[in-house]
């Protein structure tokens, strides 16, 4: 018989649980995690039909780096790269820690994702972490303008229960201020005929001279390679940069994890049209650090204008242009 009085009891439990965690296999709870929790009978109907909500091709995916059974006793600890979406492979996370750590942070960080996602069109809102240390953390050169294209011609976005939707997106880089108008957007989109995208993927390399070191990518789609270099050619008319390189693949849908994806016959062609976008203005205000010989360091203040614009009206809507220009606006971040 145990002499354990109750509070030594619960203590000895936790330790055990503690002991039994750190073997804990992390490969069972990120199939569960990742397909939100099949098992479980949701309340919110959202949940209960969709990946998180956000459907099969979009659902999150966590990558186990270390993956030997013995990682954790050799290494002291398991290192993960965690995508919300793993469509958009431009974010990521690499946490590390102890399953039960891991846990923990891959849960906080996709409903944080889910929280500043918007679901029907409207401003982002930052929730959980300073603006200023995730843009000193994932800073930004010049003026970034993101386009977003869906399957839907105007919202209610993410409607359940009723037809497919799916969502693409085009990041712009070091954007030329005096080509962002309404109507030359929403013409890029393919206006109210939309763009028609599919199994094929285009990818610009761009910089702003030669000699730079600054090599961004900007990424379109398309039913055919022709179609994706063409919907691509469009976009790149409202960067400053210029083109070093095109390149263009097949996405082969038969393979890995969209293999499994219900809906993957309709990748093949399927037509997107114009949905919002956004326009990233971000400065950071250098100080002198005497701690670092005055050398100019990122202890700076970062300032940032961050807004969403719809582009589904067919007519530009009202303060379109005025918030365009405000946000443009340059060293006036607030």
């Not at 011609?153 to 030329?176: A, C, E």
Request: glycine share 6%.
């Amino acid at each position: 018989m145990s002499n354990l009085v109750p509070g030594e009891k619960l203590i000895q439990r936790i330790i055990t649980n503690d002991v039994r965690r750190v073997d804990f296999d992390l490969d069972n709870w990120i199939k569960d995690f990742e397909d939100g929790f099949p098992r479980f009978v949701k309340i919110n109907p959202k949940f209960r039909d969709h990946y998180w909500g956000q459907g099969f091709s979009n659902r999150p995916r966590i990558k186990e780096l270390n993956e030997q059974a013995d990682a954790q006793q050799i290494e002291g600890y398991r290192v993960i790269e965690f995508f919300p979406d793993r469509e958009n492979k431009d974010e990521s996370y690499l946490l590390m820690g102890s399953p039960l750590a891991l846990m923990s942070q891959v849960s906080l960080i996709m409903n944080l994702h889910l929280m500043n996602k918007t679901m029907n069109g409207g401003d982002v809102a930052w929730l959980g972490y300073p603006l200023d240390e995730y843009l000193r953390a994932k800073p930004r050169t010049g003026i970034t303008m993101q386009i977003i294209l869906t399957t839907y011609k105007r919202p209610p976005y993410y409607q359940v229960g009723t037809k497919w939707f799916s969502r693409r997106h085009v990041t712009i880089p070091l954007v030329d201020r005096s080509k962002i108008t309404y109507q030359a957007v929403r013409n890029a989109c393919g206006g109210s005929q939309g763009q028609n995208w599919g199994e094929w993927s285009a990818r610009a390399y761009v910089s702003l001279d030669e000699e730079s070191k600054g090599i961004h990518q900007m990424v379109s789609g398309g039913s055919t390679e022709a179609t994706a270099i063409r919907n691509l050619e469009k976009f790149l008319e409202f960067t400053q940069c210029k083109i070093r390189k095109i390149t263009a693949n097949k996405i082969d849908y038969t393979k890995g994890d969209v293999a499994r994806d219900p809906d993957r016959a309709r990748y093949s062609s399927f037509d997107v049209y114009p949905a919002w976008l956004s326009i990233w203005n971000t400065k950071l205000v250098q100080l002198d650090d005497k701690r670092r010989d005055g050398k100019k360091t990122l202890s700076g203040r970062m300032l940032s204008k961050h807004n969403k614009l719809f582009l589904y009206p067919e007519r530009e809507p009202d303060n379109w242009s005025s918030t365009v220009r405000e946000l443009l606006k340059k060293g006036d971040v607030d």
